[in-house]
């Protein structure tokens, strides 16, 4: 069966510091991956997917992950951390019904 | 474009009480979706429906029933509420031919069980 793992439910960085949000998955096919991000009292939005096109993945608002199927990993980056990227993250994958996974999220905060 | 929509945004019943949660999407998406999501524990999925007509079970079933009206709406209603119950509800969508399984997701209902 297919899940991910989100290794940190909170991760709290300076304004203009690095960001990593890591995720692990299982799955017994090649996965589909999402990174979703969840800002205050609103819906979750697509921040990018990983559909096996290429194993380094542009989103929106600067973010970015890369899939290593070695390491089973797809992790979340942004260089420079804006005060408006405080939010929930959540990385999902595509099990084989087609529906999503969720893990349990990890909430960034950002320290001026 | 509205994308999807869920009525209530709030609620508040008491144990025992019914209430239904009405989610329409505008994007003529085939699947549709409830999930929960609780402090901790991210989102899990209460039942979906792949198409028009069809109707299944997801992750965490029961105290649950839902209605894919027509191809627009998907209400999940609760017969009898429990402070279990107590929880952020999100219905979602998604087309399904050639798509990659991105998922569109309203606003959220917020319901409290005193």
């Known amino acids: 069966a297919q899940s991910v793992t989100q290794l940190g439910s909170h991760v709290s960085v300076s304004e203009g510091a690095l960001v990593l949000l890591r995720c692990n998955y299982s799955?017994?096919?090649?996965?589909?991956l999402f990174w979703y991000v969840q800002y205050p009292n609103q819906g979750l939005q697509l921040l990018l997917k990983?559909?096996?096109?290429?194993?380094l993945v542009k989103g929106i608002n600067g973010f970015e992950a890369e899939f290593k199927k070695s390491e089973t990993s797809f992790h979340l980056t942004k260089p420079s951390a804006h005060m408006s990227d405080a939010a929930e993250y959540f990385c999902?994958?595509?099990?084989?019904?087609?529906?999503?996974?969720f893990g349990t999220g990890t909430r960034l905060q950002v320290f001026p | 474009n509205a994308g999807v929509t869920q009525t209530p945004k709030f609620q508040v019943l008491k144990t025992g009480q019914s209430m239904t949660l009405q989610c329409a999407q505008d994007m003529n998406h085939n699947s549709m979706y409830w999930y929960r999501q609780d402090p901790g524990m991210g989102l899990r999925l209460i039942y979906y429906?792949?198409?028009?007509?069809?109707?299944d079970k997801g992750e965490v079933p029961n105290g649950y029933n839902v209605s894919r009206l027509n191809k627009r709406e998907f209400s999940l209603r609760l017969e009898s509420a429990a402070p279990s119950q107590t929880s952020v509800y999100f219905c979602a969508s998604r087309e399904v031919t050639g798509n990659t399984g991105e998922l569109f997701f309203g606003e959220g209902s917020r319901l409290t069980v005193l």
């Open positions: 999902a994958v595509r099990d084989n019904t087609d529906k999503l996974i």
């Open positions: 799955s017994s096919v090649p996965p589909y």
């Open positions: 429906s792949a198409s028009e007509g069809t109707t």
């Open positions: 990983y559909t096996s096109a290429a194993t």
